[in-house]
């Protein structure tokens, strides 16, 4: 055992003489490139205090990077985290600059702008040379990663022989989506799990469903089952994740909609909101989450009732300890000098990558298109590296630190979806990198003090087309406002993307989520209508009525919105209160079904294939269903839905790819569901999941007798 250890420090040791020499050698290299940067007196010096100079200034350096730098990014935890990106650079120039001014020789010196040049190139060199260092050395390995995390969890005794489970959720990857790219390999990992890979990444294995691939062909025994699931009619990460996390999804009707009795705006991605929604599901369901028992919540719009939260939308808004904030996660991650300047590169490297790819997209007049300019770059950039870097090095300390549940949102592709489109190279260059995410996860795996089974599953897909205002010229809005025979503008305000990173970066800016044109608290006194999207799903809400209209108060206030809307082609269809029937969905040519009819005459909604009746009728059940609710058309040839936001992949209603999500579990669990039947809606993946916990010996999640049937 001693000599293992002294093995071990002696490998230690030598990487880090290794990582001082090749710094010494970098910080030479620019001392000889760059004019402002030196390391002799004007005099002139020989080559060996030369060399002297610059070991003992990459040594300093690299000394008051391991013991300032922690220092220096807790006393900056109160700053916003996308500003303390921007001071990565400057910082680590500051740190060498009292670098050089340590050397003995005191001939040192660099202009504050080269400082931080040399600053950044030293720190990825040093970097890259001790990540290729470990590559070998499971310890090494080990400790490396443990850094990336959360450093107060290392002290834990070991964790239990009982396995652990992660649930990484890729926002927006729909199941076409996901199996397009394991047959293109853009997922090698992917397609080993489902035992589709052989090499050149192909393979026979099915893997998919319930059933076991074969492993012939060359191609690996499968680990893992692919099971499609269906979304609810609100194919949004608002519901989807807080159905799955709290098991309750119950009058979410929306993104974004419209409460009378509190005359307030709900957004999903508004922390007051989430906050508000996760208390409601709480109470609904009697219990705290899927996670309550010694789990994690990381980059998640709810907590899902776990100990350990980071980056979690519903407590931006809360005063917690520092250590458990929204932000928190933050300092774990750049409180490494060489993780914050490799993110803050990457960062710019992925803003010039939009511009670029965005150029190239108006260059060619692609079609469809939306505007990817002003701050876009900068989202994209914060969801691709900034929040994804930071929410995979909080699950790799959760794996570490022997965490029983472990609830991780990436919403990399779904970000890059909405403006690029679901299909493209833009998107599929995304699922390649996350891919590499989960083959870095499945690593720790390996070094983590308890076996972890992991499982990969989305919320919702994404459906292709262009927007509603791009096909007709007009908005939503618009159209509704023609209805009620009120004035349209010439020029009617845009619908903006209401996407999840954007809210991510405004609570990692402290900014509130409030969306243009969106008034947070409408007056009840106006009569003008509030009309509001979420993807392709339209919401109309009267303010001034305290009560859910019905068709028949509609049509005396306004008798040609509801014919207006239900003829527009770009409207699939509209759903209704009725005093006559409860609810009608109405379509074109007069169609007006009854919603407790509607299994045997499904009318306009025949097109949007099994599921969509009982979907209409739940959320028709929903006391903050909107006085009208539409959903745009869906043609089933090409799979195209019109957006009523300004997004050329969009969610959020009925239709094409949007509403099938995929689940990819262990082998080691049972199947999501039996043979013949299907996982459909948020809630019955919560209950899923919930069942593999137990099968894990882990959290034991209260579980009513009526849900435990269900379960059966």
Not at 47 to 63: D, H, M, P
Not at 369 to 376: A, K, T
Not at 455 to 472: I, K, N, W
């Amino acid at each position: 055992m001693r000599g293992r250890r002294w093995r071990r420090v002696a490998s230690q040791v030598g990487r880090s003489i290794t990582v001082w020499a090749v710094s010494t050698v970098t910080m030479l290299v620019l001392a000889g490139i760059l004019p402002d940067f030196q390391l002799q007196s004007a005099d002139g010096d020989s080559a060996t205090r030369i060399a002297i100079t610059a070991a003992l200034g990459a040594g300093a350096f690299g000394l008051l990077s391991a013991l300032v730098w922690p220092l220096l990014v807790r006393l900056l935890l109160l700053v916003p985290a996308l500003v303390l990106g921007t001071l990565v650079f400057f910082l680590n120039g500051s740190l060498l600059i009292i670098a050089l001014r340590l050397v003995p020789s005191g001939d040192s010196e660099a202009a504050p702008e080269t400082a931080v040049i040399v600053a950044a190139v030293m720190s990825a060199v040093a970097s890259g040379t001790g990540a290729a260092l470990a590559v070998r050395d499971d310890d090494a390995y080990r400790r490396r990663l443990y850094r990336l995390a959360d450093r107060r969890r290392r002290a834990l005794p070991p964790g239990p022989s009982s396995p652990g489970t992660v649930f990484l959720q890729l926002d927006g990857v729909g199941h076409d989506v996901l199996l397009d790219a394991v047959g293109k390999d853009l997922m090698p990992t992917v397609a080993r799990w489902l035992g589709k890979s052989n090499g050149n990444g192909t393979g026979t294995g099915d893997g998919i469903g319930h059933g076991i691939g074969d492993g012939t062909g060359g191609s690996a025994r499968p680990t893992h089952r692919l099971t499609p699931w269906r979304t609810d009619w609100s194919s949004q990460t608002g519901a989807s994740q807080l159905g799955i996390l709290h098991g309750s999804n119950h009058d979410v009707p929306a993104f974004r909609w419209y409460e009378k009795a509190g005359r307030e705006v709900m957004v999903c991605n508004r922390p007051t909101s989430a906050a508000e929604l996760q208390r409601r599901a709480i109470d609904r369901t009697g219990d705290g989450g899927l996670l309550t028992a010694d789990g994690a919540s990381r980059g998640n719009l709810f907590s899902g009732g776990a100990d350990e939260q980071a980056l979690v939308l519903s407590i931006a808004t809360k005063r917690r300890p520092r250590e458990n904030r929204s932000r928190a996660g933050y300092f774990a991650y750049f409180s490494d000098p060489a993780n914050a300047v490799r993110t803050a590169l990457s960062f710019i490297a992925e803003v010039g990558r939009e511009i670029g790819q965005s150029t190239r997209a108006r260059a060619r007049k692609a079609r469809p298109r939306v505007s990817r300019g002003g701050l876009y770059p900068f989202v994209r950039a914060f969801a691709t590296v900034v929040e994804r870097d930071v929410v995979v090095a909080a699950v790799m300390g959760d794996m570490l630190a022997g965490r029983t549940s472990v609830y991780a949102d990436l919403v990399a592709y779904d970000e890059v979806a909405h403006h690029s489109g679901p299909f493209s190279h833009d998107a599929e260059k995304v699922l390649e990198r996350l891919d590499r995410a989960l083959a870095l996860i499945e690593n720790v795996a390996e070094h983590a003090p308890r076996p972890y089974r992991i499982v990969v599953l989305s919320d919702h897909g994404q459906s292709p087309g262009e927007t509603f205002r791009a096909r007709y010229g007009l908005g939503l809005g618009d159209l509704v406002r023609a209805g009620c025979g009120l004035p349209v503008p010439r020029k009617a305000q845009r619908t903006h993307s209401g996407a999840e990173a954007r809210a991510a970066v405004r609570a990692a800016l402290r900014i509130p989520v409030e969306e243009g044109g969106e008034r947070h608290r409408p007056s009840r006194r106006s009569s003008e209508p509030i009309v509001l999207a979420s993807g392709n799903l339209g919401l109309v809400s009267f303010p001034d009525v305290p009560h859910r209209m019905t068709k028949e108060e509609i049509d005396a206030r306004h008798p040609a919105l509801l014919t207006t809307l239900a003829n527009h082609p770009g409207v699939g269809f509209l759903l209704v209160r009725s005093e006559r029937h409860g609810g009608v969905v109405l379509g074109a040519y007069g169609a007006e079904i009854p919603v407790d009819r509607l299994d045997d005459d499904p009318g306009p909604l025949e097109v949007f294939g099994p599921g969509a009746a009982d979907a209409v009728r739940r959320t028709h059940s929903f006391p903050n269903a909107a006085d009208i609710m539409v959903n745009s058309a869906y043609d089933p040839a090409d799979g195209e839905v019109l957006a009523f936001e300004e997004q050329i992949g969009s969610h959020g209603g009925l239709g094409g790819a949007q509403g099938k999500a995929f689940l990819l579990s262990p082998l080691a669990f049972s199947a999501p569901a039996d043979d013949g039947e299907e996982v459909v809606g948020a809630e019955h993946v919560h209950r899923v999941l919930r069942r593999w916990l137990r099968e894990s010996d882990g959290p034991q999640v209260p579980v009513t007798r009526r849900e435990d049937q269900r379960a059966a």
